[in-house]
């Protein structure tokens, strides 16, 4: 399966069943209608923290994007080989609204993540090397064998400040109201 005609077909989608135009998923996401659409006709790839964004506006767990249909194999999210490297372990799952993914982070990255929605709880455990933390403005290291549990409804972000790979696993709780997303009005353009 080629994850960027996954991405593209499933951005596509969610956002025509909303009824909603690019300019809407814009306004909603916080990216630009430009990107979208390149991103709709598999032209570019978002960064995590981009897709992270979209999924946020979409009100949909972030491995709606790269969780492939059930029985094929799970595939990376590394657009164009970037520092941070995402594989679900656990995609979403409706009855216990989490998403659990495997994460690398290459020596020297860093990962802003915009603020998810409202009442997202984030845990992190670190399996290998170092990752410092961000959370609440406060820098914390982190070493393997350790984990933080935060309110990932604000600005957080991860760095590996160390010359070796940092491997991680993330799992992200997402309030209930997340399975209800609702369709919203059309637009005038796309």
Known sequence: ?????????????????RGWSLSRLAEETG???AMLGQIERSESSPTVS???KIATGLNVPFSTF??????????????????????????????????????????GALSESTPHEKGVIEHVVVLSGALDMCINGQWKTLTAGSGVRFAGDEAHAYRNSTLQTAHFQSLIHYPKEKAASKPAANNDDD
């Open 66 to 107: 790269i969780a492939p249909p059930e029985g094929e194999t799970p595939l990376a999210y590394d657009p164009d080989s970037q520092a941070m490297v995402i594989t679900p372990i656990f995609p979403w799952d409706e009855h216990l609204h989490f998403d659990m993914f495997s994460i690398t982070l290459a020596p």
């Open 31 to 33: 990216v630009s209608k």
């Open 50 to 52: 981009t897709l992270w």
């Open 1 to 17: 399966m080629d994850l960027t005609l996954y991405l593209a077909a499933t951005l596509k989608n969610l956002r025509q069943d």
